[in-house]
């Protein structure tokens, strides 16, 4: 039986005693992190001390469960509660509460709302049941009220008297204050509620001080939490393994496998944030509707996705869906929890990066895997734990990718224990030569103890101060891996480390010490898919070279590709705007990519599960304001309803997926189908190339498009028009441009001149040439790169592909990503197609009029190129067409691939009087030529 059943079915197993009365023991002794037996801190914050319980939280909220006081039906909180001042940008509160679990409590609390919001001062009794906050207030879990009298904006110093009790068929809530009631709650507990607990103190963005905490405890129930349900093997599994009794990894004929508790072999499908309230909007509000309550809702849910042929839980799942034929995961977030009290990378958008330099830090971990592992150590159904989410490995984003976590040590000061690590760190490398360091980071420092006052870095690309810098990351890595994975295994050593979701890169050296330590590394991608051919290319290639670094199996636990065609369940369109993934244009196509995806992972050796990102969609308007992500992720949609064609090809491929891993069959990916395409468009029927050429530049007319060249500008065509009979019609300019990273920044940088036109063939069928363009170094910085432009008669685009980069600079020259940048010449543009990855692999910029549109596409749809065309608030282009090498190259150094770089198409068409053709047949038609043209 699951944790929540029990607490809407008030728990068979009652023990039915004499009441008890409890009273606070404060200890002077005990240090922030208390390691008393008597009390569970879930949160940084708080200090026991003679006479209060004082919390200052950081980040999330802080949550001290009074674990001396047994569970009961009939429970009284008294405490007497000093909220003070603010320590954070969010909602504050600081009270009491009666606790189940993180899931199911009530909370007392005295309540500020943001500054941004007017930083009013309430008083809150609220619900959160199966994970859904305020439950009481809605849906088929909504509470009679009784009463609700009172009301007041209470003082910041000033102490109030908070008192909650649950039973008699009611939960009830009052503020006094110097003996006088301000403010007084009472609902029936007439609807599934939480009908028991134990006391808690809650802070969260207050600091707060709890004096004369009391508690009496009637009807005392056994902790249904400790109740641990007989796993069962998922269907499907196969033998072979050996038995623990506990989900591990195992190595057979070549291939890993998750050896789930029985020995059984399994490839794990999982679904992220299967959640009872959803992730805003109106999805919690349908499930209470529909459901009545959490256990209801969770047990038909299960059931659904069981038949669907998914096995486990991912991440962000409610516990109420725990213990009902699924694995579960969870995620401990330790360094984001930490990064909210000490950061390398502040917690601001992100996650961000923990100080692990900070000894707080292990203390930290110690702490929330006390809370957390030492609970969960005896159950079969937990396959692991994340450490976190997608925290910030790339630190600041101007230094050199690999280097960036070193680079936002440097910029801390120096109370940050990073910032002395990491000076100590350059001291050792140097051999505490301060002039050696000077001289390869440019800098002008006189001892190390200058270095560690300064919060602007010195810039190094390569060599031996990059060298120092990199030895730093991965010293953090190890550092945060080692930690972490101590604290977990220390209090359980039965269940295994997943790793730490990676945002689907990394730098080498921390994939090598996650693979050290975990037993499993997990990974979050959002991949481009090539929906035409049935292949993900990209996914075989990043996760075969993350494989070779870390060691260990993979579990891909984040994934999805939204369709733009998706309502909600109001009829609104859902954007699909905000968030990550490849779009697709239909559910059909999305089904597809399902199949490609999932069928592409379990027939990778290494690859051990995956998880599918997630349960049911998101909001059209965005989840919150703070998290504005609008995507048609889900299986289900806002009123529960199952995406058939998606469900459908889920069920056909999990079932398939553990005899695909084993190798006896192949994945159900679908065949390749043919789009229509125009015939009327590109016809090559009478068409030559004619090439005129001066000492100013180069003209290329191949009957479709007229592509013109001056070389003393930098642009490669400074203009692309395409040819009608009442003359040609510019559509836009083409150039080579590179994002180099300089000690002042990232900078986009075009050439300034042509300095060298090669011609390799000219015909009347084709001209093809290279074209070297450089930028002056006097100009900020100098380099010089070569294209190779092919123009072929009666094709409506060219092709062009960058053969090298040379360093024309004194200093290295650190390039992250080069662009093929295509810019319209339209007076008045359309927004582009998407502002999001789109499945096409192509992008275009449109005449107001859509008579006219100037498109870009990768002649190969297989996402070495990341192509999406966007405008900013002013109305300016970015036109990006990128591809990231992260590359330092010495003076006079010249960049060449190992392998060829991808074709791009650059090219114009009109449809003048007729339709405009789709962007898939367009595209569709372009490649068809392409690879016509390459047979």
């Known amino acids: 039986m699951g944790k929540v059943w029990g607490t809407l079915l008030c728990v068979a197993a009652a023990i039915f005693v004499e009441g008890f009365s409890y009273a606070t023991d404060y200890d002077a002794n005990l240090s922030q992190i208390?390691?008393?037996?008597?009390?569970?801190?879930?949160?940084?914050?708080?200090?026991?001390?003679?006479?209060s319980l004082a919390c200052t939280p950081t980040g999330d909220n802080s949550l001290?469960?009074?674990?001396?006081?047994?569970?009961?039906?009939?429970?009284?909180?008294?405490?007497?509660?000093?909220?003070?001042?603010?320590?954070?940008?969010?909602?504050?509160?600081?009270?009491?509460?009666?606790?189940?679990?993180?899931?199911?409590?009530?909370?007392?609390?005295?309540?500020?709302?943001?500054?941004?919001?007017?930083?009013?001062?309430?008083?809150?009794?609220?619900?959160?049941?199966?994970?859904?906050?305020?439950?009481?207030?809605?849906?088929?879990?909504?509470?009679?009220?009784?009463?609700?009298?009172?009301?007041?904006?209470?003082?910041?110093?000033?102490?109030?008297?908070?008192?909650?009790?649950?039973?008699?068929?009611q939960i009830s809530g009052e503020v006094d204050q110097a003996g006088e009631v301000r403010c007084r709650r009472v609902m029936k507990t007439d609807a599934p509620a939480v009908l028991f607990g134990r006391p808690i103190v809650e802070a969260g963005g207050l600091s707060m001080e709890a004096r004369d905490l009391n508690a009496r405890v009637d009807s005392v129930v056994l902790d249904p939490n400790v109740a641990i349900v007989p796993y069962r093997s998922a269907s499907g599994s196969l033998p072979g393994g050996h038995a623990t009794g506990f989900f591990h990894v195992g190595t057979i004929s070549a291939r890993s496998w998750l050896v789930d508790p029985f020995g059984k072999l399994t490839f794990a499908r999982g679904v992220d944030w299967v959640t009872y309230g959803g992730v805003g909007g109106r999805y919690g509000r349908a499930a209470s509707e529909k459901f009545g309550s959490s256990v209801d809702w969770s047990v038909a849910e299960t059931g659904r996705l069981r038949t669907w042929g998914f096995n486990t839980l991912g991440d962000g799942c409610s516990s109420v869906t725990y213990h009902r034929g699924l694995a579960h995961t969870k995620d401990l977030a330790l360094g984001a929890g930490f990064a909210a009290i000490a950061a390398i990378v502040p917690k601001l958008a992100g996650a961000g990066f923990p100080?692990?330099?900070?000894?707080?830090?292990?203390?930290?971990?110690?702490?929330?895997?006390?809370?957390?592992?030492?609970?969960?150590?005896?159950?079969?159904?937990?396959?692991?734990?994340?450490?976190?989410?997608?925290l910030d490995w790339y630190g600041w984003r101007q230094a050199p990718a690999d280097l960036g976590l070193a680079y936002a040590a440097w910029r801390c000061g120096a109370d940050h224990a990073c910032k002395r690590a990491l000076v100590e760190h350059l001291r050792k490398s140097y051999g505490s030569d301060i002039g050696k360091l000077n001289a390869d980071f440019g800098t002008a420092y006189s001892s190390f103890d200058d270095l560690l006052a300064s919060t602007t870095p010195g810039f190094a690309a390569g060599?031996?101060?990059?060298?120092?810098?990199?030895?730093?990351?991965?010293?953090?890595?190890?550092?945060?891996?080692?930690?972490?994975?101590?604290?977990?295994?220390?209090y359980d050593p039965n269940h295994m480390v997943l790793g730490c979701r990676f945002q689907r890169r990394a730098p080498d050296i921390v994939w090598k010490a996650a693979g050290e330590t975990c037993n499993i590394v997990s990974v979050n991608m959002y991949p481009h898919i090539d929906l035409a051919g049935g292949r993900a290319p990209e996914v075989v290639d990043t996760l075969t070279a993350d494989f070779a670094l870390?060691?260990?199996?993979?579990?891909?636990?984040?994934?999805?590709?939204?369709?733009?065609?998706?309502?909600?369940?109001?009829?609104?369109?859902?954007?699909?705007?905000?968030g990550a993934g490849m779009r697709v244009d239909t559910q059909s196509q999305r089904a597809e990519c399902y199949r490609i995806m999932q069928g592409t992972l379990s027939s990778l050796p290494f690859v051990v599960g995956s998880d599918y990102f997630m349960f049911a969609d998101e909001p059209a308007a965005g989840c919150s304001s703070s998290f504005p992500e609008n995507c048609n992720y889900g299986l289900v949609n806002e009123a529960?309803?199952?995406?058939?064609?998606?469900?459908?090809?889920?069920?056909?491929?999990?079932?398939?997926?553990?005899?695909?891993?084993?190798?006896?069959?192949?994945?159900?990916i679908p065949a390749t189908r043919s789009i229509p395409m125009p015939g009327s468009v590109g016809s090559a029927k009478g068409k030559q190339v004619r090439l005129s050429s001066s000492p100013d530049g180069v003209v290329i007319d191949n009957g479709v498009l007229r592509l013109t060249m001056n070389r003393p500008h930098g642009t490669i065509f400074d203009t692309v028009a395409l040819c009608t009979p009442t003359g040609a019609i510019q559509a836009g300019s083409y150039s080579p441009m590179l994002n180099l990273i300089l000690p002042t920044g990232d900078v986009w940088l075009s050439p300034d001149r042509i300095s060298a036109v090669s011609l390799v063939k000219s015909s009347v069928n084709a001209v093809i040439m290279d074209v070297t363009a450089e930028r002056d170094p006097s100009n900020t910085v100098g380099y010089a790169c070569c294209c190779r432009i092919e123009a072929r008669a009666g094709e409506p685009f060219f092709r062009s592909r960058l053969l090298w980069i040379r360093n024309t600079n004194e200093n290295e020259l650190a390039i992250r990503r080069y662009f093929h940048s295509a810019r319209s010449s339209f007076e008045a543009c359309e927004k582009p197609s998407s502002e999001v990855d789109d499945w096409l692999g192509s992008d275009a910029w449109r005449s107001k009029d859509s008579s006219i549109e100037f498109r870009v596409a990768a002649a190969e749809n297989d996402g070495r190129m990341s192509i999406g065309f966007s405008t900013d608030r002013s109305g300016v282009e970015h036109p990006d067409c990128a591809r990231t090498i992260d590359v330092v190259l010495n003076p006079g150094d010249i960049w060449r691939s190992s392998e060829n770089q991808p074709d791009i198409l650059i090219g114009a068409s009109a449809r003048p009087g007729k339709e405009p053709a789709s962007a898939a047949q367009t595209v569709a038609m372009w490649r068809s030529l392409y690879e016509a043209r390459n047979k």
């Open 34 to 51: 208390s390691q008393s037996a008597e009390w569970s801190f879930d949160g940084w914050g708080f200090k026991l001390a003679s006479g």
């Open 64 to 169: 001290a469960v009074w674990k001396a006081v047994p569970m009961g039906r009939s429970v009284v909180v008294t405490a007497t509660v000093t909220p003070g001042s603010a320590t954070g940008s969010r909602w504050g509160k600081a009270g009491i509460g009666i606790y189940d679990n993180s899931d199911n409590y009530w909370a007392l609390v005295l309540l500020q709302s943001p500054a941004d919001a007017g930083g009013k001062r309430t008083v809150e009794l609220s619900e959160m049941l199966g994970g859904q906050w305020q439950a009481q207030a809605g849906g088929k879990s909504k509470l009679t009220v009784v009463a609700a009298t009172g009301g007041f904006e209470w003082k910041t110093g000033e102490a109030y008297t908070l008192r909650i009790e649950l039973g008699g068929g």
């Open 355 to 390: 100080d692990v330099f900070d000894a707080r830090f292990a203390q930290y971990c110690d702490l929330r895997a006390r809370t957390v592992c030492g609970e969960c150590r005896n159950d079969p159904w937990l396959m692991g734990y994340f450490i976190d989410n997608e």
């Open 463 to 490: 060599g031996r101060p990059a060298g120092a810098l990199r030895d730093f990351v991965g010293l953090a890595a190890e550092r945060y891996f080692v930690t972490a994975s101590a604290a977990i295994r220390k």
């Open 550 to 578: 870390c060691g260990r199996p993979i579990i891909v636990s984040e994934w999805s590709f939204p369709a733009r065609d998706a309502v909600d369940s109001k009829g609104t369109p859902i954007p699909s705007t905000r």
């Open 640 to 668: 529960d309803t199952p995406y058939a064609e998606v469900v459908a090809a889920a069920t056909q491929v999990n079932t398939a997926s553990t005899l695909v891993h084993a190798g006896r069959i192949s994945a159900p």
